[in-house]
């Protein structure tokens, strides 16, 4: 079963403004941690943020922070003040912390986003 | 600092012939090593881990094969390449924190 979902397979956004990025997730692991990477045309990936499941407060690094409600198990990233640089691939991941999967991250299929002048 | 190399970037290969992709990691010792697969305009699939030398965990029955010789060395290999095994191929390393660390890529197209 797919257990990270990113529903929007593609976006446009204008230079300087806000996107955010949906992701939801399915896991029945009290102990998990996600993330979001951003991939761009190199191929890279680049890690960008993470939340703990039992952090209490969101997550933020420079101009990405993740909206992390996890009632509804979703986590969602927030690019601010785009710039035509954050144009890529983004993908959001959860890496469950049981003994069976420690270590190995789910990656859902991915946000293309178009930053526009 | 910790440093990821992955080789070659780009790589075509006929059907039927064998293959290496070699990944070191440089400036930490005992990291839990990965080799993931992403095929054209999707996601990434974990292919192989290891927590140590001679520690090899498959998540996904196929053709290709890994190995971890030494401690910061993890390579991905088939004896005979098929089509379906075109790809961008995506070597990573952890240490205790959670994040994924991930080299350059390889490129590999099967003809």
């Known amino acids: 079963a797919q257990k990270i979902t990113q529903t929007q397979p593609g976006m446009f956004v204008q230079e300087k403004e806000a996107v955010t990025l949906d992701c939801t997730y399915d896991?029945?692991?009290?102990?998990?941690?996600l993330f979001w990477y951003k991939q761009p045309s190199s191929g890279e990936m680049i890690f960008l943020i993470y939340?703990?499941?039992?952090?209490?407060q969101n997550a933020t690094e420079g101009r990405y922070s993740l909206n992390f409600q996890k009632a509804r198990k979703s986590a969602n990233l927030v690019i601010s003040a785009s710039q035509l640089g954050d144009s890529a691939m983004y993908f959001c991941?959860?890496?469950?912390?049981?003994?069976?999967?420690?270590?190995?991250?789910?990656f859902g299929a991915g946000t293309q986003v178009v930053v526009t002048p | 600092s910790q440093t990821i190399h992955q080789w070659p970037a780009t790589l075509v290969q006929p059907v039927g012939s064998p293959l290496s992709l070699e990944c070191t990691v440089e400036?930490?010792?005992?990291?839990?090593l990965y080799w993931y697969r992403q095929a054209a305009g999707r996601g990434l699939q974990l292919l192989f881990y290891?927590?140590?030398?001679?520690?090899i965990s498959s998540e996904v029955p196929q053709n290709l094969s890994a190995s971890r010789p030494q401690d910061r060395q993890f390579i991905l290999s088939s004896k005979k390449l098929l089509l379906s095994d075109s790809g961008f191929y995506l070597c990573?390393?952890?240490?205790?924190?959670?994040?994924?660390?991930f080299g350059s890529g390889t490129q590999l197209s099967v003809l």
């Open positions: 990573a390393w952890s240490g205790i924190a959670e994040k994924l660390f």
């Open positions: 896991t029945s692991d009290p102990s998990y941690g």
């Open positions: 939340q703990g499941s039992y952090d209490q």
């Open positions: 991941a959860m890496r469950e912390l049981d003994s069976d999967s420690w270590g190995k991250l789910q």
């Open positions: 400036g930490t010792s005992n990291p839990n």
């Open positions: 290891s927590v140590g030398i001679g520690q």
